[in-house]
């Protein structure tokens, strides 16, 4: 107990000690504080479209995307698109389709070293919502008694959730970009029936999980059009 | 080596990619029998079929708890033949249609409301929980007589 009540006291002397203060506030300022991406970049998610392979049932969707380089490394973004799922097997036979739209920021933590020097790694965050409808088709309940079958009609709802994302962005040639991202969703609301609970959200994925990951894998298109009129050295 | 080793890669890679689905889960009324004879500790053998149905749910099976699978109807009727003596168990019962996922579909649960049997083996009955859910457990208990003497 002793050496215990020891080591804490050695603990508390290293953190309130003068002699080891570290300025942990001061961090090296940035040293390009320049706009590099004059012109809107427009984006398709290549990622969308082959969903199926890593979710159940057959997801697929379209998406794109717009972001601007508005201040030295803060781009504001838009991205929207429509998604669909549908599960048919030998007990259900579900459809589920809507628009989404996100929109947020990414901020570049990559330095570049000259305004040429395009390529950004980037966090940003997002607010997503979206417009969706499902319908159960057909269901089978197989029963000793003689098979049940039924049917229910179409429900219109709505989802909002909050977004993390981690990304990269290169340019592969002039003005045109690749990348990929890794997201984080968090779920915020959810309109939601009894029955069928809401089983999918487009944009958001699987809507009974509070937070869901997701990745994709973007092609751009940066429009050479300098809406600033500045002049590029 | 190398080519039978991306055969069974590739068709490792073609059974992720497939989807399955399982069957949706089924509620079924658990029905558990006691010797009135509290001394007697012999098991019946049990057959149970549904009332219209060609089809025999139990065959001859020696034991003393069974499940037995409720209809969308109010009310539902089986035939019990305890050790070759038949008897009538008729359930009256609610249904609820549930959303189990997209994966697996519906299923209906049942309460239930009340339960009338014919009285040539079974005594008495007491209902140990009216929930008929898809956790199965003990919903009716049945009280049966022992077997006349000279049927052991």
């Known amino acids: 107990m002793k050496i215990l009540s020891f080591t804490f006291f050695l603990c508390l002397l290293a953190i309130t000690s003068p002699g080891q203060e570290r300025d942990l506030k001061k961090k090296p300022e940035r040293t390009d504080k320049f706009i590099r991406m004059d012109g809107l970049r427009v984006g398709l998610d290549l990622s969308r479209s082959l969903q199926h392979l890593w979710n159940k049932g057959n997801r697929y969707g379209t998406e794109l995307s717009f972001d601007i380089e508005l201040i030295p490394n803060l781009y504001p973004v ?66 000793y008694w003689g098979d049940i079958t039924g049917r229910m009609g179409r429900q219109n709802y709505n989802a909002q959730w909050a977004e993390f994302v981690l990304g990269i962005k290169g340019e592969i040639f002039s003005n045109f970009f690749m990348g990929w991202s890794v997201r984080g969703k968090l779920k915020m609301d959810q309109k939601d029936f009894d029955m069928p609970h809401v089983y999918f959200n487009p944009g958001y994925g699987p809507a009974e999980k509070k937070f869901n990951f997701d990745i994709s894998y973007s092609i751009f298109y940066n429009l050479p059009f300098n809406f600033r009129g500045s002049k590029k050295e | 080596m190398r080519k039978i080793f991306y055969s069974l890669f590739f068709l490792a890679a073609m059974a992720a990619c497939q989807d399955l689905y ?9 029905v558990k029998i006691t010797n009135v004879d509290t001394l007697s500790t012999r098991i019946p053998k049990v057959s149970v079929y549904g009332v219209g149905q060609d089809s025999i749910w139990i065959y001859q099976e020696q034991t003393n ?14 035939v019990l033949l305890l050790d070759s ?47 008929v859910t898809k956790n199965w457990h003990e919903n009716i208990e049945l009280y049966i007589l022992s077997l006349p003497a000279g049927d052991n």
């Open chain 1, 78 to 143: 838009i991205e929207t698109g429509w998604e669909r799922l549908s599960i048919d097997h030998d007990y259900l036979e579900y459809a589920s389709s809507g628009s989404y739209t996100r929109f947020g920021f990414d901020y570049n933590l990559l330095v570049a070293e000259h305004k040429k020097d395009m390529d950004i790694v980037y966090v940003g965050m997002r607010y997503g919502f979206n417009f969706a409808n499902q319908q159960i088709k057909q269901y089978t309940i197989n029963n």
């Open chain 2, 22 to 30: 399982d069957a949706p889960p089924q509620a079924l009324l658990e």
């Open chain 2, 65 to 78: 708890i069974f499940r037995l699978p409720l209809s969308v109807e109010e009310t539902t009727s089986f």
């Open chain 2, 85 to 131: 003596i038949a008897d009538t168990l008729t359930i009256k019962h609610t249904n609820e249609l549930i959303f189990e996922s997209a994966e697996s579909g519906f299923y209906h649960e049942h309460k239930i409301l009340d339960v009338g049997h014919s009285l040539n083996r079974i005594d008495d009955y007491e209902v140990t929980d009216s929930m």
